[in-house]
């Protein structure tokens, strides 16, 4: 699966963003998708994820309650929705797809946001 991933550039705190990753593939063909994003100097750590059968979501707990992650099955695309973003909410945000019974995770191209304070 190629992913193709959109939407970061720079924002003021307190404002919102929206992140798009275009799959090569049909959901049909996906288990599981998300986001991550790393820091400079951090690890990579789980923004949201999101089962595309079930629709089941989880996020990380400090965006809990600001981002929501969506799914549009016909368009083979994730959105990551970020409201009242903070500074910290400043990395590179990376998309990825689970393909269980393949056991292959593909990623996509980071997409950098910047969160001006």
């Known amino acids: 699966v190629q992913l193709q991933a959109s939407g970061g550039g720079l924002v003021q705190a307190g404002g919102s963003l929206r992140l798009s990753c275009a799959a090569s593939?049909?959901?049909?063909?996906?288990?599981?998708t998300g986001w991550y994003r790393q820091a400079p100097d951090n690890e990579r750590e789980l923004v949201a994820r999101?089962?595309?059968?079930?629709?089941?979501?989880d996020y990380g707990d400090s965006v809990k309650g600001r981002f929501t992650i969506s799914r549009d099955g016909d368009k083979y695309t994730v959105y990551l929705q970020m409201n009242r973003v903070k500074p910290e909410d400043t990395a590179a945000y990376y998309c990825?797809?689970?393909?269980?019974?393949?056991?292959?995770?593909?990623w996509g191209q980071g997409t950098l946001v910047t969160v001006s304070s």
């Open positions: 990825y797809a689970d393909q269980i019974q393949n056991n292959v995770r593909s």
């Open positions: 593939r049909s959901f049909s063909a996906i288990d599981d």
């Open positions: 999101i089962n595309t059968h079930s629709g089941t979501t």
